[in-house]
């Protein structure tokens, strides 16, 4: 407790937004961006979840815009829906079709209202006339010859809702009574009007299904209402016909809960599910309190979406399909035209056609996998919120930074964990936005206080520390000074030494001013450089710098970066001397070497001078390979470690060598390139460069000599090329040695 007390206003502070995500939770307080995150975060869990696959039990005939060509604008002659529901039924031998289209007037494109009216006027007397259209009249009733098609057929017809009081066309019996609530209010999604197909079609289909969508506020279209109301009757839609009529037409039921010592159903106004009952056997479709099922999308959706098969109605009517090739599959007749304005804004896509809604429902109540917001989700969203933010606004004030993290990173782990194994587990689509929001605006509350006013102290530290430290290593104190320590460590690093070639010279003839203008300039850029990839500057003597990697930062790629830096540099000293030779300043040359290793890296000094630097033999080496850098004419010279971890480059050897205080001897190279930049025809010199180092080695003096000429040839590096020229000619006058490795021996400081 004391501990607590200690931090009580630190407390307070983080459980700010917990107030506020519980009042949005428990509707007190609306705030509309954690809806809309909650809308997207469902939507993404929705396609990071879909199954992607086809469900080849549904087929889609559509009304396509080749259908439209071949078979005209829409709406068709119905003697060509006609024959269409003859060849889905008699052909093709299909369980279930389902029209997501609408029929609310006659047809009389045949003409024969026309040829009536002349029957009955002007032609009654013609001969013939009248007795002839007796004959085809029938030929010619295309609502007749369609409702003909469908009677005694597994046909599920479609109509709509509206709001405007008005009641057009046949509508079917609903599912529900308002008895079969017994007294129940449930917030059913009401409507006022209707339009439906005409009677003759309306009477002769077994089945209708209303399919207007409702979509969510900000215009995506997520859920499908199972069952409207209209008139005080309850009616079922279109997806939920079919799937009754594909299983046998089980009757429609509602689901309360069941009574029990403390809860009594009687008083919870909503429906629990919906039960499909057939016989002793039932199936509880769950639903949500406006009584709706959250459409489980299976892909994006469309022709090429890949989670239905689209079959063009023109290849139906025109029996382009082998028989029985759609046989046993559910039908949905619909459209993706654009011009019949059927396509959606759906979580899965903008363009997503209103007719692969329907075939989704329907493929998840066969599957059995229905997404649903239970009646507890209240509940569940304020429980997660005042477990989370308790833990957070007692837990975060006692911790680290670095801990604090971590026990925030776990609590929205398990927020968002549990979350989502309901989702995917048990079809749960629970609130999340809030817990999150909160979790997230927590930490970041307390980290901001916990900075601006408990960390006084840590900054004074810094500015204590950085009257002698890196600033690189300041940054890092800072950010989390308690897991960082300045006590000196054995680690893996690469070191740089840098000398600059000329400035002896220049001393002798340059004022001091102008020479010190000169090398500070020289070195600002070099220092950037290496600060640039992330180098720590360890010290610079004289007009040499001396630079590591891979501490205070733990740095992986540590040889990777400092040969990165060694070519950067070499060139940056490259364009300094075009900048001299303009000024008609003398130039300036470049030595540098690179080695990794074990070095001992910390704190090192007197009480009255300290610095972050390292040593041990590792560095030793690093400073003789940059004195050997003259010796072979290149400007950086690397050990064979260093080479080893930085893959990334194409590497020339220039030789082995045995250097002061390494009894060992040690292969050097020259890093010429990133390696995938590297033509063929320095590939080709790389080749017969290592070609010849072998037969050096070996005291082949006469392939030497032949390779030497190939290089010759190739215009190799003028100084390193004369450098082994002359040791050749004066090693072959020497007996073979079998003793001999092939290393050159060098006493150097």
Not at 72 to 96: C, I
Not at 387 to 406: D, M
Not at 614 to 630: Q, T
């Amino acid at each position: 407790m004391g501990l607590l007390s200690k931090h009580w206003s630190r407390i307070a502070v983080t459980l700010v937004p917990l107030v506020f995500a519980l009042l949005h939770a428990m509707g007190v307080l609306h705030i509309g961006v954690l809806q809309r995150l909650d809308d997207i975060i469902y939507d993404a869990r929705l396609r990071a979840t879909m199954p992607r696959t086809l469900d080849d039990r549904i087929v889609i005939v559509d009304l396509d815009e080749k259908s439209l060509g071949e078979l005209g604008h829409w709406p068709w002659g119905r003697n060509k829906l006609a024959a269409m529901m003859d060849e889905l039924f008699d052909r093709q031998k299909v369980a279930v079709v389902g029209f997501d289209v609408v029929f609310a007037e006659a047809d009389d494109s045949s003409g024969l209202q026309r040829l009536r009216q002349l029957a009955q006027g002007e032609l009654k007397d013609a001969p013939g006339f009248v007795s002839r259209l007796e004959q085809i009249q029938g030929s010619l009733d295309y609502d007749a010859l369609f409702a003909k098609s469908l009677a005694k057929r597994p046909v599920v017809m479609g109509y709509y809702f509206t709001h405007d009081p008005q009641g057009k066309g046949f509508l079917p019996e609903p599912v529900l009574q308002k008895a079969d609530l017994q007294g129940r209010t449930i917030r059913f999604y009401g409507w006022e009007g209707y339009g439906s197909n005409i009677d003759v079609l309306g009477k002769n289909a077994p089945m209708a299904g209303f399919f207007n969508p409702v979509v969510d506020n900000d215009g995506v279209l997520r859920s499908i209402p199972l069952l409207s109301e209209y008139g005080g009757k309850y009616y079922e839609t279109l997806s939920l016909a079919m799937y009754r009529l594909a299983i046998g037409l089980p009757t429609v039921e509602p689901g309360f809960p069941k009574d029990t010592k403390f809860f009594s159903s009687k008083t919870y106004n909503a429906l629990e599910s919906i039960n499909l009952r057939k016989g002793k056997g039932h199936f509880a479709i769950p639903v949500d309190d406006k009584v709706a099922s959250l459409i489980p999308y299976r892909g994006l959706g469309g022709v090429k979406g890949g989670s239905f098969r689209y079959v063009s109605a023109a290849d139906v009517i025109g029996k382009r399909l082998k028989e029985g090739e759609l046989k046993d599959r559910i039908i949905l007749v619909g459209t993706t035209a654009v011009g019949l304005q059927d396509l959606r804004i759906a979580p899965v896509g903008e363009t997503y056609p209103g007719v692969e809604a329907h075939a989704n429902v329907i493929s998840g109540l066969l599957d059995g996998k229905v997404f649903y917001k239970p009646d507890y989700a209240v509940g569940y969203d304020v429980f997660m919120i005042v477990v989370a933010g308790l833990v957070l606004a007692l837990g975060l004030p006692l911790l680290s930074a670095t801990r604090a993290v971590i026990l925030s990173a776990v609590v929205i782990a398990i927020v968002f964990g549990f979350n989502w194994y309901l989702f995917t587990a048990e079809g749960l689509v629970l609130p999340l936005a809030a817990a999150l929001v909160m979790s997230i605006t927590a930490f970041a509350l307390n980290m901001s206080y916990g900075y601006f006013v408990e960390s006084r102290s840590k900054r004074n530290l810094a500015h204590l520390f950085g009257t002698y430290v890196p600033p690189e290593l300041v940054d890092e104190m800072v950010k989390d000074p308690e897991a960082y320590s300045m006590a000196a460590a054995s680690k893996e690093l690469t070191v740089m030494f840098c000398d600059m070639r000329g400035f002896t010279k220049m001393s002798e003839t340059m004022e001091p001013l102008k020479l010190q203008e000169l090398l500070n300039s020289v070195f600002n850029r070099l220092t950037d450089i290496i600060r640039g990839n992330r180098g720590t500057i360890d010290k610079y003597m004289g007009d040499c710098v001396m630079a590591f990697w891979g501490a205070p930062v733990d740095l992986p790629n540590h040889a990777f970066l400092a040969s990165k830096t060694s070519m950067e540099m070499a060139n940056a000293v490259r364009k300094i001397n075009e900048e001299h030779r303009a000024k008609g300043i003398p130039e300036i040359g470049v030595g540098i070497g690179l080695n990794t290793g074990s070095m001992c890296v910390g704190d090192m000094g007197s009480e009255l001078r300290r610095a972050y630097t390292v040593i041990g033999d590792s560095v030793n080496l690093g400073s003789r390979l940059e004195g050997l850098s003259k010796v072979y004419g290149v400007d950086i010279v690397v050990s064979e470690s260093t080479r080893k971890l930085a893959n990334e480059f194409a590497w020339q050897e220039l030789d082995r060598v045995r250097v002061k205080g390494k009894e060992q001897a040690v292969a050097i190279f020259w890093p010429l390139a990133p390696a995938d930049r590297l033509d063929k025809a320095y590939q080709d010199e790389l080749k017969t460069w290592a070609a010849f180092l072998k037969a050096y080695r070996a005291q082949d003096w006469d392939n030497c000599d032949l390779h030497l000429l190939n290089l010759q040839r190739m215009n190799p590096k003028k100084y390193l090329y004369e450098l082994y020229s002359e040791r050749v000619a004066s090693m072959r006058l020497l007996p073979f040695d079998p003793e001999w490795d092939g290393a050159t021996n060098f006493e150097t400081k």
